[in-house]
Every structure is written in structure tokens, then in C-alpha cells.
């Protein structure tokens, strides 16, 4: 048997209206990633799936996303915002090619399944010509009602067409279908818009299925996978669905959260063997922790990979670019950006280290700063391996740091140092001659006067 081919239409046209945001709705993100990327990563992929996003006439950005997630995928505009089955035949020239299976789905779901969709293309097999994403919802208000007569799937009534009895029901459209993708193109030609919004209405579908004397079919899910996000307030619940998902899926794959509740990740975030978190810590896109590494309290990380038993915060910073080494340990009130830090390196305390270069065991003292930007542009500091920086120390980029070099505490360094040299640079040091004497002698005096307890 050969697998079936399919084209899945993500619809993403809208323009987010509730969400009362200069951003188009579906570049709304939800744990790090933007709601489209979430849907499109749940679409059929590979070989005879086609993936096909309807974007409005000003989303150029949406289109760019699109492009970045999945450069095969085809973008269709459609012009005006006619309603749901009119944005599905701004994609017409790609459904008259006629797949095995048309998927429809909306850009602002983004809990979606992969095994979702392919339970919903069962149905096609066996010759349904539809098959509807249904789910029990827990407040019905906004979604399109299923109809259900004699267990068999007769129309979708739309909230501000519906009657009130028909409002009382909780079997709700999730907006996911399958159509038999050769006959999808005649069934939603035939959608009209004599509805109380005047909108082309995907929903009406069903009642034309019906019509024709062929089958419909609900595939039930849960609440959870489907939710539509309209507003803010849903993007918030989305992303305590995906958070709690997220928490799950990295301690059943052997990560140690000791308050799971108070760890926030990213979708994309990958985990090595024995990795530790501790509680409040935030991580966003694109960040790996290998195995062992522990990241302790109130940390916040992301576009950075942290090596093999290394150890990050309390109270740590790592911005984008940053690489630990194995071993390499980030200490409180420190914070990265743009730094490889090789194996065994230490930054335990109030250090900024930003487009620097640290070799292997190099010991960089508290308070130490890469002083990287000059109010134009930045420079990189290079740290030899197995150097020493003194406390409260400014690097001034660009500069080079040689290997085993020695930087005194409160340097503020301007020029290159070479490999095992010392350098101290203070200002102008003042050394009072017998200034020790004196204070102890003035002490001494002091305790005499003072009678003893
Ligand atoms: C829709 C369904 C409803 C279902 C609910 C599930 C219809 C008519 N209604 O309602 O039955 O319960 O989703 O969440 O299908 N879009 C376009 N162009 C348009 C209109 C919409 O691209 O002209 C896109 C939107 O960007 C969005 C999706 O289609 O991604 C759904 O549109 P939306 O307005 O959110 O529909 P709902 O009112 O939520
Ligand atoms: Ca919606």
C-alpha cells in the first residue's frame, strides 16, 4: 500500500483584532515560539505532504516566518477577509491538484498534535468525504456548535447564527477538518454567505456533505489540544497548557525539577542526561544543557548551550551566544552575552562577559568586566586558557589576553597582555612610608583608653 498524499492549508489570514496587539495574531508567541510555528510543526511532513499558509495582504512578516519553518511550503494571499472558506480558495490553484487528503487548520491553535492529524485522515481511508475535529468544550461561547442527529454529523452552527438550544451544546468545532481531496474543491465552491455575519463560513461544509448523500465524521479530542486563541488572556492559558506539557516531557526524559511549577521553557529547549533545575528559573529559545550541568535559582537563559556538568547561577544571566564548556561554572549576578567560555572556566561573581573568548581553566575574579562597546560598535576580548583576572577588573575591548597571563585586582586593562606576563595597572599608587606602623600604634592607644570589660 502507498501512503496516501496529502496538502494541509493553514489558514492565518486574520488579523487578531482581540488581541489588541500591532503584531499579527499567529506571530503571537507561546513558549518561545510563535503560535504558526507551533501548527506548522504539528502538520504533515516529508514525502506527498504539502503544506500550503493563507496570509493576509499586509503580513509579510507572517509569510517570512513561514518561509524560515518550512521553505517548501507555499504562501497564498488572500485579499480581503471574506471568512474562513474564502481564505481556504485563496489556496484553490493548490487543492485543484488534488492530493489524496486536504487538511485544513488555523494558524491560532497551536496545541495541535502530529498524531492528531493523522487520527482526523483516518476517517478518509474509509471513504468519508469529511472528517470534523470535535471537542467538549467547557465554556461553548464563540465556537461553532456540531450537530449530531441519529449519531450522525448534519451541520455546524456558528455562535451568532445558533439558536439558543443549539447554543446549550458542548460539542464544539476545533476548526481542524480532512476533506477526500478530490472532491474538496466542488464542496467548498458551494459555500455561500447567507449567515448573519455575511462571511464565507467553512463550517458549512458539513450540511453540504449531507447534502450530497456522503459521510461526515467527528474525531473527538481534548479541550486542551485545540484551544483557539483570540486574546491575550487565551494566549496566557495556551501557554500554561504548553509550559505544563513542556515540564512533563523533559522529567519523563530524566531532568530533576525540584518545583516544576515554577520552571518556564521553550518549546525547542533540549536536554542531556542528569541535568538539575532548581526552582524559578526561566528559559527561553534555543537553549541545550548537557548532561549533568546544574542550573540553580533565579536564572535566566536563552540562545546559549551549556556544557557537560557545568554549573549556572543563582542569579545568572546568559544572553544570546553564549557557549559553556564542560565543567565551566557561571556564579551569581553574572551575565553573559555573545562568549565562549571553555572547559573549566569560572566566573563566580558580578562579571559582565560580553563577544569574548575564554580558554580552557581561566579564572576570571568577581566584579571583572569586558568593557565590549565603545557608544559605536563592539569589540571581542580574547582570555588565553589558564589565566588569572584579578577582582574588579575592566578588559577593554578590543584587547587580548594572553595564556597563564596574570591581570591584578582593579586593572583596567587597555593593551594587549602577553602569554605568563603580570600586569597591574592601578592608576598611580600612592605607598605612605610607615603608614602600618602608625595605624597600629594609633590602635594600641585607643584600646588603653578603652577599659576592659
Ligand atoms: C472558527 C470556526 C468555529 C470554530 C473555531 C475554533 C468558522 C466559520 N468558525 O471560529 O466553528 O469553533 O474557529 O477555534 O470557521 N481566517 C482567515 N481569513 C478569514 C477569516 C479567518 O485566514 O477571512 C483565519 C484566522 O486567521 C484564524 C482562523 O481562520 O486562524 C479562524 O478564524 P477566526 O476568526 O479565529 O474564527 P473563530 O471565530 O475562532
Ligand atoms: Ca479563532
Do not use: W
Not at 549533568?292 to 536564572?299: D, E, K, L, R, W
Not at 577582582?391 to 586593572?411: D, F, M, Q, R, W
Request: aromatic share 4%.
Amino acid at each position: 500500500m502507498t501512503a496516501r498524499s496529502s496538502l494541509t492549508i493553514v489558514l492565518a489570514a486574520g488579523e487578531g483584532t482581540r488581541m489588541r496587539s500591532s503584531r499579527p495574531k499567529v506571530l503571537q508567541p507561546v513558549a518561545g515560539q510563535s503560535l504558526l510555528a507551533h501548527v506548522l510543526g504539528a502538520c504533515p511532513k516529508g514525502a506527498g505532504a504539502a503544506l500550503a499558509v493563507v496570509v493576509g495582504p499586509d503580513h509579510r512578516a507572517v509569510e517570512e516566518e513561514t518561509r524560515r519553518l518550512r521553505p517548501d511550503a507555499a504562501t497564498y494571499v488572500q485579499r480581503e477577509r471574506l471568512g474562513t472558506a474564502h481564505a481556504v480558495l485563496a489556496a484553490r490553484e493548490a487543492i485543484a491538484r488534488g492530493a489524496d487528503d486536504l487538511l485544513v487548520a488555523f494558524g491560532d491553535t497551536p496545541l495541535i498534535s502530529a498524531a492528531t492529524f493523522e487520527r482526523l485522515r483516518a476517517p478518509l481511508k474509509d471513504g468519508a468525504a469529511l472528517a470534523v475535529l470535535g471537542f467538549q468544550a467547557a465554556d461553548p461561547t464563540g465556537y461553532g456548535r456540531l450537530l449530531v442527529e441519529g449519531g450522525r454529523l448534519v451541520a455546524i452552527r456558528e455562535q451568532a447564527d445558533a439558536s439558543p438550544a443549539e447554543r446549550a451544546i458542548k460539542l464544539c468545532n476545533a476548526g481542524v477538518m480532512a476533506f477526500d481531496g478530490r472532491r474538496a474543491l466542488e464542496i467548498i465552491e458551494k459555500i455561500g454567505n447567507a449567515n448573519s455575519k455575511g462571511e464565507y463560513y467553512l463550517t458549512d461544509v458539513v450540511a453540504i456533505v449531507r447534502d450530497l448523500g456522503l459521510e461526515a465524521v467527528v474525531i473527538e479530542t481534548s479541550e486542551d489540544e485545540v484551544r483557539g486563541i483570540n486574546t491575550k488572556a487565551q494566549l496566557a492559558e495556551a501557554e500554561a497548557v504548553m509550559q505544563a506539557r513542556l515540564r512533563q516531557a523533559a522529567i519523563e526524559a530524566g531532568v530533576t525539577m525540584i518545583a516544576p511549577d515554577t520552571v518556564f521553557l521553550a518549546a525547542d529547549t533540549r536536554f542531556g542526561r542528569d541535568v538539575t533545575i532548581e526552582p524559578f528559573v526561566v528559559i527561553g529559545p534555543g537553549v541545550s544543557i548537557s548532561d549533568g550541568a546544574v542550573i540553580h535559582s533565579f536564572s535566566h537563559i536563552v540562545h546559549s548551550s551549556i556544557g557537560k556538568n557545568a554549573l549556572v547561577g543563582p542569579f545568572a544571566r546568559l544572553r544570546p551566544g553564549t557557549s559553556l564548556g564542560d565543567g565551566a561554572k557561571i556564579g551569581n549576578f553574572v551575565e553573559t552575552k555573545a562568549a565562549t567560555l571553555e572547559a573549566g572556566v569560572k566566573v563566580n561573581h558580578l562579571s559582565y562577559i560580553g563577544n569574548t573568548h575564554v580558554g580552557e581553566g581561566t579564572n576570571i575574579g568577581a566584579g571583572t568586566i569586558t568593557c565590549n562597546y565603545d557608544g559605536f560598535s563592539k569589540h571581542h576580548t580574547e582570555i588565553g586558557k589558564g589565566a588569572f583576572i584579578g577582582t574588579n577588573s575592566s578588559l577593554v575591548a578590543p584587547v587580548n589576553i594572553g595564556n597563564g597571563a596574570y591581570i591584578g585586582s582593579g586593572s583596567v586593562i587597555t593593551k594587549d597582555v602577553p602569554d605568563d606576563a603580570m600586569a597591574v595597572e592601578r592608576g598611580q599608587q600612592t605607598n605612605r612610608e610607615g603608614g602600618a606602623a602608625r595605624f597600629r600604634e594609633m590602635r594600641m592607644k585607643a584600646k588603653a583608653k578603652t577599659p576592659k570589660a
